[in-house]
C-alpha cells in the first residue's frame, strides 16, 4: 500500500490510491487542529518528511504511521514552516519570519542558520519561502532574493548578478537540463544561469 500527503493551510491530508479514501492526519505536536502544513520532502527511502506550523515529522510511505517528530515551537516562535529538505545528516526547515533552521540528526541539536554561518544572519527574520536542493548546493528563494548556500565549505552568497533579482521575493525554484534556475516570484517568472550570471525577468512580450 502507498499513501500519499497533501500539505494543505489546513493540515496534511493523505490519500490512499488503492481504496480512494482520503485522511485527515492529526500530527502529533500541533496545537491547533487547523495547523497549516505547506511542505513535504521525500528523503529517498521509505518514508518523507511533513510539516505542521511549529514541527516537522517523519511519516512512513507504505502507511500513515509517524515514525519520528521534532517540535519547533520554541524556535519557530508562530511563524509558519514554509519548507524542508534535508543534506547529509541536517534538516533545513524555511519558516515565513525566522528565516532558516538547521536540525543536526547526530547531535539532535536545533539552531538558526546564521548561529552556523553568520554570513547569514540578513535572512534571520527574512521570510523565506523555498529551499532548492542541487546535490550539495542548497539555494534559498526569499523575500529579499536569491542566496546560495555550499553545505561542503558552508560559503554563502546572496545573488545580486542583476539588480532586478536582488530584492524580488522568490516563492519557488525549479532547475532545468541545462542548469538554469527558474523561479517564480512576485512579479512574474525569472531565470538564473549560475554559469554566466544571466538574469532574465519574463513578461507578456516573451510570448
Avoid: C
Avoid at 489546513?10 to 505547506?38: E, I, V
Avoid at 545528516?89 to 533552521?101: C, P, S
Avoid at 547531535?107 to 544572519?121: G, N, R, Y
Avoid at 531565470?191 to 538574469?199: F, W
Amino acid at each position: 500500500m502507498q499513501v500519499n500527503g497533501l500539505p494543505t493551510d489546513a493540515g496534511l491530508l493523505l490519500y490512499n490510491p488503492d481504496t480512494g479514501n482520503w485522511k485527515d492526519m492529526k500530527l502529533t505536536f500541533a496545537t491547533n487542529k487547523r495547523s497549516p502544513s505547506f511542505s513535504i520532502f521525500v528523503t529517498g527511502s521509505d518514508s518523507v518528511w511533513v510539516s505542521d506550523q511549529e514541527s516537522v515529522h517523519l511519516l512512513s510511505k507504505k502507511d500513515d504511521s509517524i515514525k519520528k517528530s521534532i517540535s519547533l515551537f520554541e524556535y519557530t516562535n508562530g511563524s509558519i514552516i514554509q519548507d524542508i529538505t534535508q543534506i547529509g545528516n541536517q534538516l533545513f526547515i524555511a519558516t515565513e519570519g525566522v528565516g532558516t533552521l538547521v536540525h543536526n540528526f547526530n547531535s539532535k541539536k536545533t539552531q538558526a542558520l546564521s548561529e552556523l554561518i553568520p554570513e547569514a544572519e540578513n535572512l534571520s527574520s527574512t521570510p523565506t519561502w523555498e529551499l532548492f536542493k542541487d546535490g550539495e548546493i542548497l539555494w534559498f528563494g526569499t523575500n529579499i532574493g536569491l542566496f546560495r548556500l555550499d553545505t561542503d565549505t558552508k560559503a554563502f552568497t546572496q545573488i545580486v548578478a542583476d539588480a532586478t533579482l536582488k530584492n524580488r521575493i522568490i516563492f519557488s525554484i525549479e532547475k532545468d537540463q541545462h542548469g538554469i534556475l527558474w523561479m517564480a516570484t512576485e512579479r512574474g517568472l525569472m531565470s538564473y544561469n549560475p554559469q554566466n550570471e544571466a538574469v532574465h525577468a519574463y513578461t507578456e512580450n516573451d510570448g
